[in-house]
C-alpha cells in the first residue's frame, strides 16, 4: 500500500540518520585523539540583552574548513545537554535533536542556532563546537533573558496601628533577574532616611505616628518593564470618642410606637458596638437598637458602649425611655419636630400671662373704684335723695304731724333717669 511504502521510505531514513550520527560520533571520536590543538571561535549573542518572549541567534564568528558535524549544547558539553547538532556530510547535511531540545531551537547551514518565544529559565551558558579531520573548535556564550517583571505583592494591606510601634511592609516579587524597588508613600517617594533593607524589599516605620499615615506602594522595575505594587493603607488607631446616641435624652414613646436608636462614635478601627437595656446585655451588636412596638416593658435605661478592637478602649452613653398611653411621641417618626414643640410652649406660656394680667386688673379694681385710668369710668351719682336720718319712725303719737303718708321715702326717687336705664 502506498502509505506502507511512505512510511518504510520515512523508517529508512531515520535509520540512515541515526547510522550518520553513529558515523559521526565515531569520526568525531578518532578525530579527537588525532587532533593537535582545540581553537576557540567567538559567538555573539543578538540581541545582547534578550527579553522575556524575544528571538535569540547565537552565531559563531568563524567555521573551520572541512567541519563534519556542529552540535549545539544547553550548559556544559554532555549528551544529555544536546539541544540540536548540525551535519556538514554528507552534503547538503542534516540535523538531529538532542534530549535538551524544547521545540524552540532550529539551526541553520552556518551553525548559527535560534531560539524564539524565551522564556526567563533558557538563560545560561550555551556550548557549541565543530568537529572533523583535524578540526576541534570550540565556543560559548551568555544568554540572559530580562523576564517581564508581574506585579508585585505588597503586604500587610491594611493595618492599623498603636502609636509608636514598628512596622515591617514586604515587597514580594518573583524574579530569578535583576530588578530595582521604589518605595513610594501617598504617590511621593518616602524620605531618603527611611529604613529600607538592603535588598530594598522591605520598609519599617520605626515609632509609628499619625505623621507617617498613608497610602504605601512599592514598585519593581527592570530594563523592560516596571510594575506597581497593590496599595497598603497605614493608619494611626484612635478612640472611641464622640459617642452619642440620636435621640438624645429623655425620649417619651406612645404605647406601640416605634422606638429607634442611632449610636456612633469616632473611632480607627471602626468601633464595635454593644446595647444594654437597664444592665442587661442586649444580643445587638451593631449601631442601630430598633423595637417595632414598644410595650411598658420596653420603658427604661438603654446604654450603648462602643469598643475599639486595637486601643482596647471603649466609651458608654444612655438615654431613658417612658412608654406612656397619652399623646403623641415627641421622639419617634411622625411625632412632633422640637421646633414644633417650642412654639406650643411659648404660645402657651403668652396666654397664661395675659390671663394673669387681667386677673390683676380687675383685682386691684375691686379695691381702689376711684383711681383713675385712662378708660371711661362711670361715676354713679346719689340715687338716693331727701333721706331722713336714721332712727325710728314716730307715727300717731303727734296726730297733726300724720299727714297719711311716710315721710322717710316720701320723696325717694332717681334724678337721673340714665342712670337708672344703665341699671336695667
Known amino acids: 500500500m502506498p502509505r506502507m511504502g511512505g512510511g518504510h521510505c520515512v523508517h529508512s531514513q531515520q535509520n540512515s540518520r541515526k547510522k550518520l550520527l553513529f558515523a559521526a560520533s565515531i569520526l568525531s571520536s578518532c578525530f579527537l585523539l588525532s587532533q593537535g590543538q582545540t581553537e576557540t ?16 541567534t547565537l552565531k559563531p564568528g568563524t567555521i573551520p574548513e572541512n567541519p563534519i558535524i556542529c552540535p549545539w549544547y544547553r550548559g556544559a558539553a554532555a549528551d544529555e545537554n544536546l539541544i540540536i547538532a548540525l551535519f556538514f556530510f554528507p552534503s547538503p547535511g542534516g540535523f538531529t535533536k538532542g534530549p535538551a531540545y524544547t521545540g524552540r531551537e532550529t539551526v541553520d547551514s552556518s551553525c548559527s ?40 505583592i505588597l ?44 535588598n530594598k524589599k522591605n520598609l519599617t516605620l520605626r515609632n ?63 468601633a464595635q458596638f454593644q446595647w444594654f437595656i437597664n444592665g442587661t446585655v442586649q444580643h445587638v451588636t451593631n449601631n442601630r437598637f430598633s ?14 458602649q462602643a469598643n475599639n478592637t486595637v486601643t482596647k478602649n471603649h466609651a458608654l452613653v444612655s438615654v431613658i425611655v417612658k412608654v406612656t398611653n397619652q399623646g403623641p411621641s415627641l421622639s419617634s417618626p411622625g411625632g412632633l419636630g422640637g421646633g414644633a414643640i417650642a ?26 373704684p376711684n383711681v383713675k385710668t385712662d378708660s371711661p369710668v362711670i361715676i354713679a351719682p346719689n340715687l338716693y335723695e331727701n333721706i331722713l336720718p336714721s332712727g325710728p319712725v314716730r307715727t300717731g303719737a303727734n296726730p ?23 341699671i336695667k
Open 41 to 56: 571561535i567567538a559567538v555573539t549573542v543578538e540581541p545582547a540583552m534578550p527579553r522575556e518572549g524575544d528571538t535569540v
Open 291 to 304: 423595637v417595632d412596638s414598644v410595650a411598658w416593658k420596653d420603658g427604661g435605661n438603654y446604654t450603648c
Open 113 to 152: 542556532l535560534q531560539i524564539t518565544d524565551l522564556k526567563s529559565n533558557y538563560s545560561g551558558t550555551y556550548r557549541l563546537s565543530f568537529d572533523g579531520p583535524g578540526i576541534t573548535a570550540t565556543g560559548s556564550a551568555n544568554v540572559t533573558v530580562i523576564e517581564k517583571l508581574s506585579q508585585p
Open 400 to 422: 297733726e304731724n300724720n299727714s297719711g303718708t311716710s315721710q322717710t321715702y316720701e320723696t325717694l326717687q332717681f334724678r337721673d333717669q340714665a342712670v337708672y336705664q344703665e
Open 343 to 368: 412654639g406650643i410652649v411659648l404660645a402657651s406660656l403668652a396666654v397664661t400671662l395675659a390671663l394673669t394680667g387681667t386677673l390683676f386688673y380687675f383685682f386691684c379694681r375691686g379695691r381702689h
Open 208 to 270: 509609628f505616628t499619625n505623621a507617617d499615615a498613608g497610602i504605601y506602594t512599592c514598585v519593581a522595575s527592570n530594563q523592560i518593564n516596571s510594575e506597581t505594587s497593590n496599595p497598603s493603607s497605614i493608619t494611626l488607631a484612635y478612640g472611641p470618642a464622640d459617642i452619642k446616641v440620636e435621640p438624645a435624652g429623655v425620649i417619651t414613646l406612645k404605647l406601640a410606637s416605634k422606638l429607634d436608636l442611632l449610636c456612633t462614635a469616632d473611632s480607627n478601627p471602626a
Open 155 to 198: 503586604s500587610p494591606t491594611n493595618y492599623v496601628s498603636l502609636e509608636n510601634e514598628n512596622i515591617t511592609l514586604y515587597c514580594n516579587i518573583s524574579s530569578s533577574n535583576a530588578f530595582n524597588i521604589s518605595w513610594y508613600r501617598n504617590s511621593g517617594p518616602v524620605s531618603p532616611e527611611a529604613d529600607i533593607s538592603e
